[in-house]
Nanobody, 122 residues
Framework: QVQLVESGGGLVQPGGSLRLSCAAS????????MAWYRQAPGKQRELVASKTSGGSTNYADSVKGRFAVSRDNAKNTVYLQMNSLQPEDTAVYYC????????????????WGQGTQVTVSS
């Protein structure tokens, strides 16, 4: 079993910054991609940013140039640096780990964190 633990959410004023962290622990041989999703009230969960073990990144258009995803493969940890935050960034942010293998021969599985609230308000 694998657990994802997020931290770093909170309340910030418009224009401010926050850094989210997500650490994966448990039986882990490899993780293909780690990502951040978010879900605002009344809206569907959406991809914010992702990074593969090979270094490829993907961002939602709404956060390009403001958010940066990074990853420490040795620590199975992913970060999301969020700058120039706006009220529309308010949401619960979820960490996702995709194609997690417990051994070289295990099937890949997907895991989610419990979510961390980010509120952007003056």
């Amino acid at each position: 079993q694998v657990q994802l633990v997020e931290s770093g959410g909170g309340l910030v004023q418009p224009g401010g910054s926050l850094r989210l962290s997500c650490a994966a622990s448990g039986s882990i041989f490899s993780i293909h991609a780690m990502a951040w999703y978010r879900q605002a009230p009344g809206k569907q969960r959406e991809l914010v940013a992702s990074k593969t073990s090979g270094g490829s990144t993907n961002y939602a258009d709404s956060v390009k140039g403001r958010f940066a995803v990074s990853r420490d493969n040795a620590k199975n940890t992913v970060y999301l640096q969020m700058n120039s935050l706006q009220p529309e960034d308010t949401a619960v942010y979820y960490c996702n780990a995709d194609r997690v293998r417990a051994t070289m021969f295990s099937p890949g599985r997907e895991y989610w964190g419990q979510g961390t609230q980010v509120t952007v308000s003056s």
